[in-house]
């Protein structure tokens, strides 16, 4: 079966680094887009970036642009996220979610990891 298993969160200061990962098995890794997506305290799921099959071709939400940078291995079948500048605004639980396939701005997702925490303190 699908599984996504997200790792890498943590407690980081004001300016700090972290990167997350996702393992992903039970599916052709290669052959889908993959998104981060985030859940703050109290507040609904944001869509932190996207990248599609191949890797060549990613998407960011504004509030991330130019900090955060998605990848993936698909020799490994792992999505990762390299968080860079972390602030406050960004504590959130992270989820990597599968779509169901294509690229564009209506990505739709049929699988989603547990999620890890992400808490940056100020």
């Known amino acids: 079966q699908v599984q996504l298993v997200e790792s890498g969160g943590g407690l980081v200061q004001t300016g700090g680094s972290l990167r997350l990962s996702c393992a992903a098995s039970g599916f052709t890794f290669s052959s889908y887009a993959m998104s981060w997506v985030r859940q703050a305290p109290g507040k609904g799921l944001e869509r932190v970036s996207d990248?599609?099959?191949?890797?060549?071709?990613?998407t960011y939400a504004d509030s991330v642009k130019g900090r955060f940078t998605i990848s993936r291995d698909n020799a490994k079948n792992t999505l990762y996220l390299q968080m860079n500048g972390l602030n406050p605004e960004d504590t959130a639980v992270y989820y990597c979610a599968k779509t169901v396939g294509g690229w564009g701005t209506s990505l739709e997702y049929d699988y989603w990891g547990q999620g890890t925490q992400v808490t940056v303190s100020s």
């Open positions: 990248i599609n099959s191949g890797g060549g071709s990613t």
